[in-house]
């Protein structure tokens, strides 16, 4: 049996299917044991779809516990980018873990992936919130903009979402890298919160809108110039994909 150092390297040879037969099959009673185990190697599967990946099959008995989502845009493998990917979920503001390095030198890659989990994380955070949702809340509308303006170098139009039955609640500024992000969030009739999420890259680019499924929630990433943004909820793709547009149209 291998010695792993700890349950990161452990999981990051799961994924990139280097084990031995002996211990892909220790590991996985061990993953039958401990849904805490699962649900973060769940999330760390996720993280691949955002290289345009499709993640492949350890098992067919944890098919279904780890293939979380697939790219819209792109049915390509790249295994070899797969590490980098999930060493990127412990930093929101910064690279983390051991050696990335060594598996990316591609800088406008590791901060989108960041930005996407830095979304998503936030969207946990902030959504279970009841009286603190929200840094400035919908009443002050025109203060928000303008703020989030100033410290953006952008205008910071509210998108108006309330034709899919969503109501505004407010936003905040949030912290990201070496630079400033922001959080519009949202509600529908039933309580469910949508959040969006953007910040400035390096470079420019327009991409189509890529989309990531993790633990119940939809993201629908975007790129308009240096600008990403990530629409995040507890929905369907096909709920959200009208919204996205209007964000879209809002923001551009």
Not at 170 to 181: K, T, W
Request: glycine share 6%; proline share 4%; hydrophobic share 40%.
């Amino acid at each position: 049996m291998t010695d792993y150092r700890n349950i990161e390297e452990k999981i990051s040879a799961y994924l990139d299917n280097q084990m031995s037969e002996a211990d892909r099959a220790a590991f996985e009673v061990e993953m039958d044991g401990d849904p805490e185990l699962v649900a973060r190697i769940e999330r760390w599967s996720a993280t691949d779809q955002l290289f345009a990946s499709s993640i492949p099959t350890p098992s067919d008995a944890h098919l279904d516990a780890l293939l979380s989502a697939s790219s819209a845009a792109n049915t390509n493998r790249w295994p070899g980018l797969r590490i980098a990917a999930m060493l990127a979920v412990f930093a929101f503001g910064g690279v983390g873990g051991y050696g990335l390095s060594q598996f990316t030198t591609n800088p406008q890659t590791t901060i989108i992936v960041q930005a996407t989990m830095g979304a998503t994380n936030s969207h946990r955070v902030f959504a279970a919130e009841k009286r603190h949702a929200v840094e400035v809340t919908a009443d002050e509308t025109e203060h928000l903009q303008t703020w989030l303006a100033d410290r953006m170098g952008r205008e910071m139009t509210v998108p108006n979402l309330s034709a899919f039955g969503l109501t505004f609640l407010g936003g905040r500024m949030l912290p990201f890298d070496d630079r400033a992000a922001a959080q519009y969030m949202y509600e529908t009739a039933d309580g469910k919160r949508v959040t969006l999420f953007m910040t400035r890259l390096d470079q420019d680019e327009n991409t189509d809108v890529q989309v990531l499924e993790d633990q119940g929630l939809t993201s629908l990433r975007w790129q308009s110039g240096e600008w990403v943004f990530i629409l995040t909820a507890p929905l369907a793709q096909q709920q959200m994909a009208p919204m996205q547009v209007e964000v879209r149209d809002t923001l551009l």
